[in-house]
Every structure is written in structure tokens, then in C-alpha cells.
């Protein structure tokens, strides 16, 4: 599908100077509620998401969520934000699990943006959906690497005890495609987007102080 988004940042600068509906600064506004509020109030940067005019959706999810919070419907706040724009095939999902919708589903691909850090989004188009036995067959042969390796040690019964996070760092992949769904690991999110027809136009991931220089 055409189209394209694109992520513009903000610094605080920036931001300060923008003004509201009611033409007081950005900056003025933050001083005024610290004042009525008596707490600090930090606004170091925001983006923006602009199309080149075709309708994308976006969705958003914060950790801790903020979901059930008054007022939430019009704003999200948590230590770990993700917001993603999305078009929903016209074709439809090929299979939706149960009790989902695409909306739904794109607020999950939000919670694994949280969790594993994806760098971009990857090329679709080199993934390619494998059926049961495959999974299972490359788990198989993956733990067996792992064992003669050495990463991974059998018990006297011959279970297999994993380092997982060694396991995990491993197979990380940059490419949010790429990467084992957090709520599935059987498949990869690609494997997820295009059983449930949905196309990731671009993403963003924010932590609160994770990137920004120190200040005194």
C-alpha cells in the first residue's frame, strides 16, 4: 500500500515556545501549573507523526499502563511509551486469534515495541510464514545447537536447562519482523502482521531519561 510517515523531534526549545489554542507559550503554561501544582514539570522532547496525505491509524501503549486512568482516553503516561502507525490490509487478517481485532492486535505489537527495543521496522517482504511442524522442527534443532554448544546443560532425566537470557540476546534481531512475538514466541512478529493484515508504517519507542545528556 503507498503511502508514508514521517517522525519529526522536538526539543525543549522547541516545545517551550509553541503556542496553545489560547495563545500562551507552551513554556508559560508548564511555569503556571508548577506554580498551582507545586511540582516540577520537565517537558524535554516530543515528536510528531505526519503522512503524506494517505489515512494511516495509530496506537499507542505506556508501561506502567495508564489505560484505566481517568481521563486516559486523551492521554497515556508511563515510564516506557511506544506509538505506531498502521494501515489495516483491505484484504483482511488471513487469521485473527480469537476474541482479537486488528485494533487490538496493534496495541500487542505496541507492548513488544516496550519490551524488546526494536531499532526499525524490517523488511516484510523476507519473511515468510512457516506452518506448524516448521516451528517445532527449528525449536528442536535450535535446542540441540544450544546442547552441543554448551549453552544449554541436560539433567539427569534430560530436561533441558536454558540460560535465556543468553539464549535470548542470541537471537535478537534489530528488526521488529524479525523478532519472536513478546506474546507468542512461537512466531515472529512479522508472522503475526501478516496473519492479522496489518502493515507497521513506522514506530517510536521513548523511556523517561534514556537518551538525554545529564543536567545540573
Known amino acids: 500500500m503507498p503511502g508514508s510517515v514521517c517522525i519529526l523531534e522536538s526539543d525543549r526549545d522547541t516545545l517551550s515556545s509553541l503556542k496553545t489554542s489560547h495563545g500562551q507559550s507552551v513554556g508559560d503554561l508548564i511555569a503556571l501549573n508548577i506554580g498551582q501544582i507545586g511540582e516540577n514539570i520537565v517537558l524535554s522532547r516530543a515528536i510528531s507523526m505526519t503522512s503524506d496525505g494517505s489515512v494511516f491509524r495509530l496506537s499507542g501503549l505506556t508501561h506502567p499502563s495508564s489505560i484505566r486512568a481517568v481521563g486516559s482516553e486523551k492521554v497515556q503516561y508511563g515510564r516506557f511509551g511506544s506509538i505506531m502507525a498502521y494501515v489495516e490490509s483491505e484484504g483482511g487478517a488471513i487469521l485473527m486469534p480469537q476474541g482479537e481485532t486488528g485494533e487490538s492486535m496493534a496495541r500487542q505489537v505496541c507492548q513488544h515495541i516496550i519490551g524488546m527495543n526494536p531499532k526499525r521496522v524490517g523488511d516484510i517482504t523476507q519473511v515468510r510464514p512457516r ?3 516448521e516451528i517445532e522442527k527449528e525449536a528442536k ?5 544450544l546442547i552441543a554448544s554448551g549453552t544449554v546443560n541436560v539433567d539427569d532425566d534430560g530436561s533441558a536447562q536454558t540460560d535465556k537470557a543468553e539464549e535470548e540476546e542470541e537471537r535478537l534481531s534489530d528488526d521488529l519482523v524479525q523478532q519472536d512475538f513478546l506474546l507468542n514466541q512461537d512466531l515472529t512478529v ?15 519507542r521513548y523511556e523517561i531519561g534514556k537518551g538525554l545528556a545529564q543536567e545540573d
Open 190 to 204: 512479522g508472522e503475526i502482521l501478516l496473519q492479522t493484515g496489518i502493515e507497521v508504517k513506522d514506530f517510536a
Open 141 to 145: 534443532k535450535r535446542q540441540e545447537d
Open 131 to 133: 506452518s506448524e511442524e
